[in-house]
Structures are given as structure tokens and as C-alpha cells.
């Protein structure tokens, strides 16, 4: 029974990405509502949703390119 570390790397990541993204979320627009109100929050979420766009673009553009290479490598 062998450890897969790759599996483990990737969940750590996952579950690092999820903690970081409720952390901003909930801390950051939870202080931005608190201090200047739901406009100010409502535009946090927009420019929130605004700079992980083009997170989102590369990840989807790596994850294509890794759906690609592992369908290359099937023979």
C-alpha cells in the first residue's frame, strides 16, 4: 500500500486555496461591509471577481493542456 504524493500535494493545494478564498472573503468583505457599507462591499466582490478572472483563464488553459497530454499518452 504506497502513498500517492501527487494526489496528497494536490489536496493540499485544493484545501489551501479553499481556506485562502474564505479567509479573503469573509474577512476582507466582512471588514469592507463593516466600515463602508454594502456598496463598498458589493465593489469589493466585483473587484474580486475581476482579478480572479484571469486566474481562472490559466487554470482552465492548464487544465485543458493536462486533459490533452494525458489522452496523448494513452497508447
Known amino acids: 500500500m504506497g502513498r500517492d504524493l501527487r494526489k ?3 489536496q493540499t493545494n485544493a484545501r489551501l486555496f479553499a481556506g485562502f ?3 479573503l472573503v469573509g474577512v ?9 457599507g454594502v456598496g463598498a ?6 473587484c474580486l471577481l475581476a482579478g480572479l478572472a484571469p486566474l481562472l483563464i490559466i487554470w482552465f488553459v492548464f487544465v485543458v493542456i493536462d486533459w490533452v497530454v494525458a489522452r496523448a499518452n494513452r497508447d
Open 28 to 36: 476582507g468583505m466582512g471588514l469592507i461591509y463593516y466600515y463602508f
Open 21 to 23: 478564498f474564505i479567509l
Open 8 to 10: 496528497y500535494a494536490r
Open 41 to 46: 462591499a458589493l465593489f469589493g466582490v466585483f
